[in-house]
């Protein structure tokens, strides 16, 4: 018995932010940011729209295209670094929003490994035979922790949700053995310093801006590139693939030359490997679901897929999964908002 993924949500709010309008805010420009990072334009959520609104969103897709049973989900696992409050949890709201009744909920905070993590602990209550089906959403309001005066780390982030339906099968599909790693001594290379237990928000800290994401960005570039191609490497032996079975690499959103070097170390055509960095930036737990959303199309019954990710913590991972059969889709919906406006994002 294995865990599968039947269905997909996902969820981008409508406003763009555009490299040209933070070129115009701090010492930047278009054509680096382009360079340096693949990004060219990123999602913001207002500011009435928090986390859970995103999760809430993303998984009313899941739910509305494959006509699934609110009733019967038992467990709902938000994968998330940016909750609505420090406490109560955001799982909760979530839970409530999208009227899953039967379900218990509990975030889970991984940074950008969150969604994977996530992905690892359900499908393990479910290889338990303690549950049948399982929704796992990964979402962040990224705007909400970023400086948008710091050129180092505003260029990066957007906002965004996706969410996977996880079920029982007795089928050769689903998920395959994972690897989750985490090293603590990476911590002070990219936090947010202030607004937990350890340095509660204070006038200092809002002098200091330390209420705001702080990155070593050449230093976290090099251990996720050493990482993720490693983990990867090491998910494939571990499940008994070779590079040249993986038909899709859907890596985590960073930074593309991250993405572009993890490809090449595994030997596997970068026409394999998921991009949309250049439309989403890096949306933290989100990436991979919104990758697996966005590319749902592409992904054919029996083909071996290769998830692996690298974050805060430092946290990191990787897994195998045979792509099985999803649930009936019920229409053809239009799932991300028309109208699209330029904003800008000041705090
Ligand atoms: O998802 C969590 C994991 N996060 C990541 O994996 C992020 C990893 N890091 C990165 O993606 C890259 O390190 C950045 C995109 C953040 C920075 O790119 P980089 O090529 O590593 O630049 P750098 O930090 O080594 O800086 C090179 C130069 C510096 O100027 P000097 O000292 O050489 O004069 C920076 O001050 O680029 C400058 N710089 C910028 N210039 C224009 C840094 N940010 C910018 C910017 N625009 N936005």
Known sequence: MSA?????????????????????????????????????????????TATSDLAAAAIENLIENYNVDRGEIEALLVATATPDHILAPTASIVC???????????????????FLYALEMGANMIESGRYKKLIIVGADKMSSIVDYEDRNTCILFGDGA????????????????????????????????????????????LLHRTHYLKQDGAFVFKRAVAAMSQVS??????????????????????NLRIITAVGESLGIDFEKVKVNIDRYGNTTSATVPLCLWDFKDDFKEGQNLLITTFGAGFSWGATCLKW????????????????????????
């Open 233 to 254: 490497q090491d998910a494939l032996t571990k499940n008994e693939l070779e590079a040249d079975q993986i038909d899709w690499v859907v890596p985590h959103q960073a």
């Open 96 to 114: 409530e929003k999208s009227r899953l009744t039967n379900a218990f909920g509990i975030d889970m905070n991984a940074a950008c490994s969150g």
């Open 4 to 48: 599968v993924i039947t269905a997909i949500g996902g969820f981008v709010p409508s406003s763009i932010l555009t490299n040209k309008k933070i070129s115009e805010t701090v010492d930047t420009s278009e054509e680096w940011i382009i360079k340096r990072t693949g990004i060219k334009e990123r999602r913001i959520a207002d500011d009435d």
């Open 324 to 347: 099985g059969v999803m649930r009936e889709k019920k229409t053809v919906q239009k799932t991300k908002d028309s109208k699209v406006e330029e904003v800008l994002v000041a705090h």
């Open 162 to 205: 996706g969410a996977v339906l996880l079920e029982k099968t007795e089928s050769d599909y689903g998920l395959m053995k994972t690897i989750l790693k985490t090293d603590g001594s990476g911590v002070s290379s990219l936090a947010v310093p202030a607004g937990g237990s350890r340095n509660p928000t204070s006038m200092q800290s």
